[in-house]
């Protein structure tokens, strides 16, 4: 199966950033991370438009899980998923984790697991430090 994290923030430095720590650890055919901070034109913002394109070229893509860090940049996100077609909502699937930590954990999962049960929960466990 063939997966993508999209990563979504107001600043294409955050993305960029995680991206580049992902693709690190993560090595793996079936995963795309993609980039999608800041606004089309390159500014400081958020774009549902910039991602509706990002998941128009991504023909290939089976499931997209997607991350968002703050208010505008999370109803992008939702913004997004209801300009897709029916056939792309179903491959959309917001992440209801953080953007580094929960991006980081499904990435390293999903370059490793077509489970989709398994990368939501490595995502949403992520921030689980266990410090007391």
């Given at each position: 199966m063939n997966k993508a994290i999209l990563l979504?923030?107001?600043?294409q430095k955050i993305t960029d950033g995680i991206k580049e720590m992902i693709e690190q650890?993560?090595?793996?055919?079936?995963?795309?991370?993609?980039s999608l901070g800041g606004t089309s034109d390159g500014e400081l913002g958020s774009d549902?438009?910039?991602?509706v394109?990002?998941?128009?070229?991504?023909?290939?893509?089976?499931?997209?899980?997607?991350?968002?860090?703050?208010?505008?940049?999370?109803?992008?996100?939702?913004l997004?998923?209801?300009?897709?077609?029916?056939?792309?909502?179903a491959k959309y699937v917001l992440v209801d984790a953080p953007l580094v930590e929960g991006a980081?954990?499904?990435g390293i999962t999903a370059s490793v697991s077509d489970d989709v049960e398994h990368i939501?929960?490595?995502?949403?466990?992520?921030?689980?430090?266990?410090?007391n």
């Open positions: 979504i923030s107001h600043s650890m993560a090595q793996s055919e079936s995963l795309q991370i993609i549902p438009t910039k991602i394109e990002a998941v128009n070229k991504a023909k290939s893509v089976d499931k997209f899980f997607v991350f968002a860090d703050l208010g505008s940049a999370v109803l992008s996100a939702e997004a998923f209801d300009m897709l077609e029916e056939d792309q909502q980081f954990a499904a939501l929960a490595e995502a949403k466990n992520a921030p689980m430090k266990g410090w």
